[in-house]
């Protein structure tokens, strides 16, 4: 009997065992032997139609765009508003799921970008021609001169746990109601990202042209037509080195590194983040990764911290009684401040009805050389030493963090930090509301953003307007500018000029 009862524990333990390590070897990335099998990291399959990305066999994505809406220069009522249906919105989700926040610059031929706001020169004659080149000139100033230039885009990517891709999209069709909902209240937009523009993305990250610069239009559709893989066609041609600890070099022409917050204060601003996600002349992608916790699990594993650190504390007091001193005088201070931190944490999440999340941050920087990669790491951990936040290089983990860091919806990185909401709400996905309607109005440039303004006022919730500033800071000449550019960009449109104080009315 006892052999036997020994023989079963064993056996127990074994198949304990054989559990953990196939979890582990699950989590871990295989190294990739060609660059083929190493795009085969980031996704296993997907659905054109529904825009659903299967990560592996029961982990799906979907990813929504939203448009930015102004935080940074609201009135501390707005922003308290903002974060609160912020935090509201992380509330809805199951602890079965996992949010990406991504800010990411993607990048634009700086031609083809620049054809959706100039003047079209050749449909005018006489002085039009001559007012629109000059017009374009300004607008051309704006937008730089670089061979590509970087376009904002916010992200949220939504991952779930489901046995079939079917099953997954009636979860995804529900957050995505609820998710267009919360963002109408927050008067922004959202629309469903195409597997086409997520695979673009990582295309545009492991290869040195744009996708349009080796002419494919469609990766889907170029791989059935050459008969490839859709990993084929995202798999760089040039050699990918992963010797050094702290960058991935492909070709010797582009490098990537990412970086992750290893050190947060105990007061966090949302300043950290609007400053990082608006950093000029750096191509980056800022990655937030989001997982809600089980309420019932966490607040059991809080009582039994809290119970043991308790019964610390007594063994510190009654070894200090046994040594005729008070405890008072040997007070372990880092003791009583994990009590307290844990009693403040089992106070949230019961009384104040809190949640908590894993966290992490991750930062993926893209650069031509090492000198520029440098460059901007420098710029990047200058911006967390101001605000006393620790940012350090992932060593060693570079293809882990792109996977965790791309929109995709990955999560199995050993790096996480547990947060409850309004601590992990604190960096609030919001910037500033930028207006870059094509064939519109050029105004001039945005304060916050410091991108150019292109409005079309019809498009407008509200299309009127006034121009309000001291006397002689050019408020009539700006009038002017504008209804040149009306009368090029709407030719049908008429412009009726009233003057009051002359008592003279223009119609043209």
Sequence with gaps: MFKKTKKKEKSKKQTAINRWLKKRQSNKIAKPKTNSQMMRVFFQNFNEKNSIIQLDDEHYSVCFEYQDISFSKANYTEQENIFLKWVEYLHSFNYSDHIQVICAGTPVKTQNYKKQYIYNEKSYNNNKTR???????????????????????????????????????????????????????????????????????????????????????????????????????????????????????????KYLRVLYVSKLPHSVTPRFYNRITTIENCNIITTLNITPTNPAKVIKMVNKKISGMKTERLEKIKKANKNNYTYEAVKDEKLEDSIRDAQGLRDALQKKKQKLFTNNMLICIQASSLEELDKATKIIKSIGDECVIGINNLDWQQLEGIQNTVPFGWNNIQIQRSLTSESTATNVPFNAKDLMHPHSIYYGINLVSENPVFADRKKLLNGNGCILATSGAGKSFSVKLMIEQVLLRYPKDEVIIIDAQRRVCSTY
């Design 131 to 253: 007012i629109s080149k000059e017009f374009n000139e300004l607008i051309e100033n704006s937008l730089g001169d670089k061979e590509e230039i970087l376009c904002e885009t916010r992200q949220i990517v939504i991952t779930t746990k489901a046995d079939n891709i079917k099953d997954a999209q009636d979860v995804f069709l529900q957050y995505q109601l609820r998710t267009e909902e919360k963002f109408k209240e927050l008067k922004s937009k959202i629309r469903r990202v195409s597997i086409e523009e997520r695979l673009t993305t990582l295309y545009n990250i492991f290869n040195i042209g744009l996708k349009e610069d080796n002419r494919i239009n469609n990766i889907v559709d170029y791989a059935k037509q050459n008969n490839l893989t859709i990993y084929d066609v995202l798999a760089p041609k040039e050699d990918i080195s992963f010797r050094e600890k702290n960058y991935i070099n492909i070709g010797n022409k």
